[in-house]
């Protein structure tokens, strides 16, 4: 028996259609499992970032968390060059080391949320414990991020920490900074991975006290004094 015409077009069709929607639901599905997957890529992409920003301070976070610092006695060959002052001054290190009285070094930058701000003040407790003494000390802080760290930032910096005169802010070019942070063994590739270190002397041609890690004014204090009474 031969099947009508219109009949067979009838299922030639539906069988067409219904081939079409399987190929749809299919394409469907594999959009879906693409656009799924493209957003466990960006989920994880966030991820790392905010992974690799957390990271940025571990460094910092740890210096935080340690207690107490070392003491111990050191010798630098400093190296010949030139630094900018808060001001824009130029001058040269060995122009300003190059005195009698004692010196009290460390190195900071101003965007730093960690322990630099903790160091800043331990300069600043210092001082008030001081009182008037404290003029007769040099104290210098040197930016480690030069590029951002520009005279006026500086000022700024200084300001917030009741800095006094004898209380310099220093900055530089990049190559003079490294070596700078090179010549006191500080340098440790880039800010984020900065090593709380200040750094004493009695006087020209005296060794350098360095103390490694977070102190506090009284302590500061306390290491001023003992340098001074074995001068």
Known sequence: MNTPFPYRTTVLLLSLL??????????????????????????????????????????????LNQTGYTRSLDHYTLPALELTTMNGDTLSLAQMLDTDQPVALNFIFTSCTTICPIMSATFAQAQKRLGDEASQIRWISVSIDPEYDTPERLRDYAQRFEA?????????????????????DVYRGDKMNHIPVTLLRAGRNAPWVRLHGLTSGAELVQEYRQLMANR
């Open 164 to 184: 006094g005169k004898q209380w310099s802010f220093l900055t530089g070019s990049t190559e003079n900074i490294i070596a700078l942070q090179k010549a006191f």
């Open 18 to 63: 219904l081939t079409l929607g399987t190929t749809a639901q299919a394409a469907d599905g594999e959009s879906g499992h693409a656009a799924h997957q493209m957003h466990d890529m960006h989920d994880m992409q966030e991820h790392s970032m905010a992974t690799m920003q957390h990271d940025q301070h571990a460094n910092h976070r740890q210096a």
